[in-house]
């Protein structure tokens, strides 16, 4: 079975766009693939973080993503920073990359221009994800698009520390999720649905109230034509909200349209929320019955032991092929 592993900063809760784009791609690879997910808590802290904050969100966000339909039993789910073995890894990729290639990260040029003091884990945070990647020999990396240099990066270090080492690495792949539906703006439906949106009513949040949401559904942006039609440049709303009903009831968009032939839009917005709202509660009920629970500890406890295992053997082998031994 293939391999794939993810990782999943703790800032923010996540929205219903990163659901359908994103957590719902998980649910089905982990039937596909042997599957490595974890939260990426170091990665979060090259931006300053509030520690309390901090450790509120990494246990929350874990929840969401069982409750979202992330099996634990199919999945091994850990917290990056209880594996010392990612950081000692990524100090030795770290020598074997170029102070240039890291210039070059798209990510690290927009991000220093957005502090005026940045760490230097902002810097180098590329080649931790490569060791958190390549310690584990996976074959594919499922990322926004927003991430694929960052993969492309660890499989040029993978390469290079092979021709160098001998053969120590797997070369992964990148996995971009752009077979599940892009989800707009409720307000400005020109724009995707963002963690950092301006306007919070156009953004579902999954842990929003659920009258909230249906309050942010029925009061989206539309147009005035009256018509339940799919035209991305001419009705981007009403598309956005087909594209939600099309994501949440497996229906097709022909189907859609022939079921909302004669409704108003008021109807067909009511009918989005029902079934965004029904959706979402089911996934609250189970956060809520997860997030105090010792369950979620044993998951973690559970996975923790499986990941330091595979990355411990990688960390030796590597220090021994690079001569770090008496
Ligand atoms: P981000 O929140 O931008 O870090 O994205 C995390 C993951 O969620 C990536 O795989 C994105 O492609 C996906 N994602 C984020 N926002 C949306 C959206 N509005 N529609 C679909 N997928 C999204
Ligand atoms: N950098 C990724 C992000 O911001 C998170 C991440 C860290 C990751 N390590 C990873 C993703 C390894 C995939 C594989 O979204």
Known sequence: MKKILTGIQPTGVITFGNYIGAIKQMVKYQDEYESYIFI????????????????K????????????????DKNVIFLQSENEYHANISWMLECN?????????????????????????????PVLMASDILAYDVDYVPVGIDQKQHVEIARDIAIRFNKKFG?????????????????????????KMSKSGENPKGIIRLLDDISEIRKKIMGATTDSEMCVKYDEVNKPG???????????????????????????????????????????SKIQDRYNELINSEELDRVLDNGIVKARVIAKAKYLDMKNKMGLKR
């Open 167 to 191: 053969d120590t690495f797997n070369i992964p792949d990148v996995l971009i999720n752009d077979d599940g539906a892009k989800i707009m703006d409720l307000v400005d439906p020109t724009k």
């Open 40 to 55: 990426a808590d170091l990665h979060s802290i090259t931006i300053p973080q509030d520690p309390k904050e901090l450790s």
């Open 97 to 125: 990359t170029y102070f240039g290639e890291l210039s070059r990260m798209t990510q690290f040029k927009d991000k220093s221009k957005k502090h005026a003091n940045f760490s230097a884990g902002l810097f180098t945070y």
């Open 238 to 280: 009403i598309s956005n909200l087909i594209t939600i009903y099309a994501s949440v009831t497996g229906k097709s968009i022909p189907d859609i349209e022939n079921e909302f032939l004669n409704a108003n839009y008021g109807a067909f917005k009511k009918a989005v929320a029902d079934v965004v709202c029904s959706l979402i």
């Open 57 to 72: 969100n990494i246990r929350s966000l874990i929840a969401l993503y069982i409750a979202c339909g992330i099996d634990p």
